[in-house]
């Protein structure tokens, strides 16, 4: 199959819904090309990876805790011009399948599930800027999550974390359901957000240009999307 290359890709960074759209190609590419990949979790967390990076300011952080949407990361990446466009070839080859810090534009290796939301807590500690931090509803079941969470809502941590509510994990439905997970972050102290139609890139944008008139402490975001 044909990917999109990276001279159409700059073209469409002032246009990020349609940038979603090429970087799912790129997606879909690298992993045809390598013969595997996790391509359900990362075209259903496309729109908020690309959210995310056209909204960042200068001193922002993004880390992504779940780790199976690498190949979207990369994608995205490749779309900004942080890795060349030769990368989008070398998915599980020299890119590896989980982020890893020897990347550039990646902050922190993915380690094991459920541990970005500490990641981001301590970065927050350590920038002004806001600390941005991609969750899948699957991994909300490990209970370091919860330790992060009431840590950062304490002390009013600059985070937001992003939740990719798709309702599946790895090996069938998520246990935590999305009204669950809305609860355990309001009784730590953080302001939700619910985005239904979270496919819709304009949804996904609107609810993070928000949290700049609304946001008073942690900001957890779960964002209603489709897996694959």
Request: hydrophobic share 45%.
């Amino acid at each position: 199959m044909e990917y999109v290359p990276y001279r159409q890709l700059k073209k469409l960074l002032d246009r990020p819904a349609l940038l979603a759209d090429a970087c799912r190609i790129n997606a879909l590419y690298m992993v045809s090309l390598a013969g595997r990949g996790h391509l359900g979790t990362s075209l259903s967390s496309m729109e908020a990876i690309v959210a995310i990076r056209h909204l960042m300011k200068d001193g922002d952080l993004f880390l992504s805790s779940k780790g199976h949407d690498s190949v979207a990361q990369y994608a995205v990446l490749i779309a900004h011009g942080i890795l060349p466009e030769e990368m989008l070839h070398e998915f599980r080859r020299s890119m590896p399948g989980h982020p890893t810090v020897e990347v550039k534009g990646i902050v922190a290796n993915t380690g094991s599930l459920g541990m970005g939301l500490s990641k981001a807590a301590g970065l927050a500690m350590n920038t002004s800027g806001t600390v941005y931090v991609l969750l899948g509803d699957g991994e909300m079941m490990e209970g370091q999550n919860w330790e992060a969470a009431m840590w950062a809502g304490r002390h009013k941590s600059n985070v937001v974390a992003v939740v990719d509510v798709n309702g599946l994990s790895q090996d069938g439905p998520a246990f935590s359901l999305p009204h669950n997970i809305q609860y355990m972050f309001v009784a730590a102290g953080w302001d939700t957000f619910n985005v239904s139609r979270a496919n819709e890139y304009e949804n996904v944008e609107q609810v993070l240009l928000d949290l700049d008139i609304y946001k008073r402490r942690p900001a957890a975001i779960l964002l209603r999307t489709t897996k694959g």
